[in-house]
């Protein structure tokens, strides 16, 4: 089992960037995939980003490919997500988890961490 910590969430306006971090600990980090998800008020759980074992791999969804870019540190068992151009619209709890493949479903991933609020004010 993997534990997972997020962090780097905030308050921030519109147009504004920030970076969320998720730490691991507990297993090998290097064999997980990982992901990143949210889920806003009123809704469910959404996919964000994922990133293979090695880092060369990534996915992103059609939302937020092209402001967002998630990327690894194995070395350190650390998963972040900068997060460039926000908008109000990804007002949100961040979750990362792993999973033992590339996968963009929820039902692929486990050991979730506890997430960090990102709200995005117009």
């Known amino acids: 089992q993997v534990q997972l910590v997020e962090s780097g969430g905030g308050l921030v306006q519109t147009g504004d960037s920030l970076r969320l971090s998720c730490a691991a600990s507990?297993?090998?980090?290097?064999?997980?995939?990982m992901g990143w998800f949210r889920q806003a008020p009123g809704k469910e759980r959404e996919f964000v980003a994922a990133?293979?074992?090695?880092?060369?791999?990534?996915g992103y969804a059609a939302s937020v490919k092209g402001r967002f870019t998630i990327s690894r540190n194995n070395a350190k068992k650390t998963v972040f997500l900068q997060m460039n151009s926000l908008k109000p619209e990804d007002t949100a709890v961040y979750y990362c988890?792993?999973?033992?493949?590339?996968?963009?479903?929820?039902?692929?991933?486990?050991?979730w961490g506890q997430g960090t609020q990102v709200t995005v004010s117009s």
């Open positions: 990133i293979s074992r090695s880092g060369g791999d990534t």
């Open positions: 507990g297993r090998t980090f290097s064999t997980d995939a």
């Open positions: 988890a792993r999973s033992s493949v590339l996968g963009y479903r929820e039902f692929e991933y486990g050991d």
